[in-house]
């Protein structure tokens, strides 16, 4: 009896160790596309690599992907996949339209990759991707149709030759004041990897004088930029009566992995705006914003010599307390890395807010903080606006690195500014806002306790 219990105990033991050996087996079992990688391709991939997209290659299938594994788990692992360039760790990670992927499903991808890049269980095929119109607009899911778009004039650009500029104005037709939501200027067609960038204003008709005057920025458009969405509680204006000047640089035969080397007819370029409700700006607690090119260094004091590297910096400070809504720091062909600081004279600490160690003419981004950790600025605080350059051949974005560059407008030139979206307080504004975040930091804490 004692024996059978003893033999008993063995094989429930054995039982419990196979079972345990199957589960631990299980738990190492590589990741398969019918799963999270799937996913995770299809919901951070496919939105540029489909038919018609401006990605290379389309990722609408297992069959497309998988002869590109090895690739993806390079591309992924090394951050240049989703293409948004902003280190991690570095200040503010807190961003409204974040591309960048999270570490587990960073992860998940090389892990799958370096199995074999395995289908899995056909029974468990995902369902096709939500394939965008590549034409679409980029917030039209989320806003429906732009409210309203303005045009450019058509051009036709040659597949080479020198660079070419256009400057005109539009009557957007504007019949009141408008906060505006969300604005994204959009190439039309082929014409992504040709316009370099489109840069539009708003003027008002003096009334004394019946000349324009500018009023100030409506938006900035630079190659890859996906649009911009104004935080809630904050007005840009497109007032009544305005006028929208153009200032759209066009560059023959693209620039980038998608350039098409051909003639691009009938390009045009179009502004979708969406706008608040008529009477939003008419609430107390509304702030005006505006975006504006802060520049980091004249232009015509930036000189790279061949196979060197350069390092510009500046400073901006302001008489009232701001709120930073935005940072874009821009540049050409040379131009691989930005940062953002903001100094204290009262303490002298410095604090950093973002920073940007990959950066690529190809993929400029506007990066949005959330406005419940976008660093609000006392008067007096300086902004300091850094960018690095690299005229070397192991910039891979260099086209020739015997040149000397000089500051300029043309492709082959550099900048050295930074667009920056800024919420304009006066003191009761600012204390207010202190005091909201303060506020939400103690019933953070309160209730993690």
Known sequence: MKNNKILAGLISSAILLVIQSHSLAQSHEPPVFNGEVGRIINENCVVCHQEGGIGPMAFESYDQIRPWAPLISYRVENREMPPYAYDQHIGIQDLIGDWRLKQEEIDTIVAWAAAGAPLGDPENALLPPDLK??????????????????????????????DLWSNEFVDPGMNADRCIKAVQVKPRGDAAAVVHHANSSVWMENEDTGELERYGMLTEYAMGKWGEMVPSGVCRTLPEGAMIQWSIHMYPGGVGATAPGTMIEDNVVEIGLWFHEKGYEENDNIYKQDLALYRIEQQEDLIIPPHGYQMTQGFHSFDHPIRLDSFQPHGHLRMNAASLEVFYPDTGRTEEISQVSNWSATWHHSHIYEPDVAPLIPAGAVLVLKQWYDNTADNPNNPDPDQWVYGGSRTGDEMTHAWLAITHLNQEGYKKLLAERSEREQRSLASNN
């Open 133 to 162: 119109d590549p034409g679409e607009w980029n917030f039209a899911a989320e806003l429906g149709q732009p409210d309203l778009i303005v045009p450019s004039n058509s051009y036709d650009i040659p597949a080479s030759g020198n």
